[in-house]
């Protein structure tokens, strides 16, 4: 079936600009996790949703940051008044997130930010 | 000091090698332990997925975790080529969110 998907692949924006970013998870799974990914290190988490509600938002480095999910399914990471330091690739990754069906992650290709 | 270490490589063997790749943690509350290679400009790609203490093996992997030690290992046999890529490993506890705590990730290359 189809994987985690994330749109764009990569995004260039001038300092100071808004920019959204989107994650469509695997069908059917619940949880819904943010990381970002700098250059040389591993993914760091941001934020986990479960179903609607952000259920862990404490990853978020300040208040620039937010993320939505209003369906339970598709989510949208967005940064306001973006920094050079918030060039990194963002990764999105779903989860069935049941303690009986496991909670693995499965994650996307990751949209790529640079800030200019 | 980070809750997970892991050295970053990077690590050259010769192809058919056996590879081991480790991590240490320091937070005695994680119970579930993950592997995942990354290609360059690529998403992680889930390889082992572990719960608690013993070992896990996977085609060519081998995964072994060792809670008293607070060490995890992978072990990739007949290493090939194709294996090049970052390894990363992950952990998270059973209780909260269940947000994976990365390592930095391990730089393998195999050479032909």
């Known amino acids: 079936g189809a994987g985690v998907s994330q749109t764009p692949s990569n995004k260039v924006t001038e300092k100071g600009k808004y920019v959204e970013l989107r994650c469509d998870p695997i069908?059917?799974?619940?949880?819904l996790y943010w990381y970002r990914q700098s250059l040389g290190q591993g993914p760091e988490f941001l934020i986990y949703?479960?179903?609607?509600?952000?259920?862990?938002d404490s990853g978020l480095p300040n208040d620039r940051f937010f993320a939505v999910r209003p369906e339970g399914s598709v989510s949208t990471l967005k940064i306001q008044r973006t920094e050079r330091g918030d060039s990194a690739v963002y990764l999105c990754?779903?989860?069935?997130?049941?303690?009986?069906?496991?909670?693995?992650?499965?994650f996307g290709p990751g949209t790529r930010l640079t800030v200019t | 000091q980070k809750e997970v270490e892991q050295d970053p490589g990077p690590l050259s063997v010769p192809e058919g090698a056996i590879v081991s790749l480790n991590c240490t943690y320091s937070?005695?509350?994680?119970?579930?332990f993950m592997w995942y290679r990354q290609y360059s400009r690529k998403g992680p790609e889930l390889l082992m997925y572990?719960?608690?203490?013993g070992n896990k093996e996977d085609g060519r992997f081998t995964a072994q975790v060792d809670k008293s030690s607070k060490y995890i290992s992978l072990f990739i046999r007949d290493s090939q080529p194709s294996d090049s890529a970052t390894y990363l490993c992950?952990?998270?506890?059973?209780?909260?969110?269940?947000?994976?705590?990365f390592g930095t990730g391990t730089r393998l290359k195999v050479l032909a």
């Open positions: 990754a779903s989860s069935l997130g049941d303690a009986g069906a496991g909670y693995e992650q499965y």
């Open positions: 069908s059917g799974h619940t949880a």
């Open positions: 949703f479960q179903g609607t509600g952000a259920a862990d």
């Open positions: 937070n005695s509350a994680f119970q579930y």
């Open positions: 572990t719960y608690s203490s």
């Open positions: 992950a952990m998270t506890s059973t209780s909260g969110t269940y947000k994976y705590i």
